[in-house]
Structures are given as C-alpha cells and as structure tokens.
C-alpha cells in the first residue's frame, strides 16, 4: 500500500512511518524491529510469506529510527554508564516504545494485533503483552530475551571489533555487511547484494547512531520482565538460533520458560537475522500461532 505516516501517535505524539501489506480484513500482524533497525529490515519477501498465509501486515519505524520521530533534544545517551546500572540517561523505556506501537494500532482503527518482535522488538512486544494485555491477540518473540542479565548476553568478543558505523554511504553501507556477516546465521546463506541494498536504503532513509544508543539504553533502564512475563495468558511463540551472537539462546529459553504455554522453536545455526531460506518456516510458525489465536477467539 505504500509508505504512510501517522501522526500524534500514543501518549508521546510522535510521528510514525509505516507500511501495510494484503487483505486489511486479515488478521493483523505487527511486525516490530530491532535495535536501530528500520521497518525495511523486515524484507518484502517475508512480508509477502505472511500475507500468502492469510495475514495482515502491517511494518514501521519506531521512534528513533527510520523516519519515525527521532528524539534530538533528549540527554546524549551513556550507554557504559547504563550497563553498571546508572540510567539516567534514558530518555524513555520500553513502556514508552509499546505504548507507542498501542497508538498506532489505534491511529489505523484496530483494537489488537497479533505481535512479532525481534531482538529489541521482541523486547517491546513482551512489554506491551504485560501493559496492555486486551490489544495483543498472540505474541511471537524471535532472537530476543527477558531482560534478566543472567541470561541473552551478547558475545562481545565477536562483535566489539566491528566498531562504529562510518558517517559516508559506501562506507556505512560496507560496514553494515561485515556487522550482519559477523552475527548472522552461519548455517544459512549470507545474501551479501541483498544486505547492501538494505543498507542503502536505510541509509537513504535516515540513520540516527544516537537514536540506536537510546534505544539500547531504554532496554537497560526497563529491567527484568520475568516475573511480569509469568502472569501472561497470551498464545506465545518463542523462535531463537542457536548460532547468535547478539542475544545468546538462553535468552530465547527464558522467554519461553517464562509465558506459560509458550511454544519454543529453537533453530540450528541460525544468528542474528532472517535467512531468505527461512522466510517460509518463520511465516508458517507465525501464520500457525495466529489461526490458532484467532479460532479460538471466534469460539469463546
């Protein structure tokens, strides 16, 4: 349907760019990207394996990113100060991001949506399952983790080498590369032309380096959600790699031990991103959960 923007979305009023895809009469899918990422980082190709499953699709930026609103004023983030437990930094939370995602359902007329988050987006999905329970129908966590420190630590050692983000288009759109090549999924096919076009296109859409250190501070400043995880009675699944870097598995089997009923799929040799060739494994678990979710809604 093409790139829209919705305005004066959730308690923020912040602008937010998005992008829906097949039968507005489907199910609703909203789909929630990671740390830094773009609404783009959810390929087409995927979103298409969704909506030939009978779904809704509906993609954006949040805030801080893409072309959503970016917080420009807010404090300059001190993301080392953050991880020995000051944040004062923070300019919001995750609480602040899911209601965020509540105001656009809101925005498009929709009173809940069916979740799929990943990696910070996940985080945010599970935020908004525990603080707004009437609006998610079902939740999908990918490649994401509960917020307890204990467990989805990263590997710093694979990808504190890969440095900053270089300010020119050739040189962030090569970094880029190596940064997805480093965490990707080494059992998989790495589409190098596939990750440079996205890399140029989120480049041409707009980078916010500081935008992406919110953000991660925001997920330090939010705490561990397990024992708020525990109390939800949502049809969950729970899909991690066994080969990621960014979030280790455990932080996937936290998830998943902590929502009752949640089903885990845990996938060998998958890191860090969305392999072409999984796209209709992931579409078929997530189209499952959904027409599951929605059938026994219409029964009760």
Do not use: K
Not at 106 to 113: I, K, N, S, T
Not at 160 to 172: I, K, N, T, V
């Amino acid at each position: 349907m093409g790139e829209e923007m919705a305005r004066n979305v959730g308690p923020a009023g912040i602008e937010v760019a998005y992008e829906r895809f097949g039968d507005p009469g489907a199910p609703p899918v909203l789909l929630i990207m990671g740390g830094g990422g773009q609404m783009i980082n959810w390929p087409d190709g995927f979103c298409a394996e969704l909506v030939d499953r009978g779904l809704h699709v509906i993609r954006f930026d949040n805030r801080d990113a893409g072309r959503s609103s970016h917080f420009t004023d807010a404090p300059v983030p001190d993301i080392q100060a953050a991880m020995t437990g000051d944040v004062s930094s923070a300019s919001y939370t995750l609480s602040d991001m899911a209601a965020d995602a509540v105001g656009l359902l809101e925005v498009l007329g929709l009173d809940g949506a069916h979740l799929v988050g990943l990696s910070l987006g996940g985080m945010i999905a599970q935020t908004m399952a525990i603080e707004h329970p009437g609006r998610v129908r079902s939740l999908t966590s990918m490649s994401s983790t509960t917020g307890d420190p204990a467990v989805g630590r990263p590997d710093f050692a694979a990808i504190g080498p890969l440095g900053a983000p270089p300010e020119d288009r050739q040189g962030y759109v090569a970094w880029q590369v190596r940064v997805l090549r480093a965490v990707g999924s080494p059992g998989f096919a790495f589409d190098e032309d596939a990750v440079a076009a996205r890399a140029g296109q989120a480049y041409d859409r707009g980078l916010a380096p500081l935008g992406m250190m919110r953000q991660s501070v925001a997920v330090l400043a939010s705490g561990d959600r397990t024992a708020r995880l525990r109390h939800l009675r949502v049809p969950t699944l729970v899909i991690h790699g066994t080969a990621d870097l960014m979030i280790d598995v455990s932080g996937g089997r936290a998830t998943a031990a902590a929502i009752p009923g949640a089903n885990l799929v845990i996938i060998d040799g998958l890191g860090h991103s969305l392999p072409l060739e999984l796209w209709p494994e992931f579409a078929t678990h997530i189209a499952e959960l959904v027409h599951r979710a929605e059938a026994a809604t219409s029964t009760t």
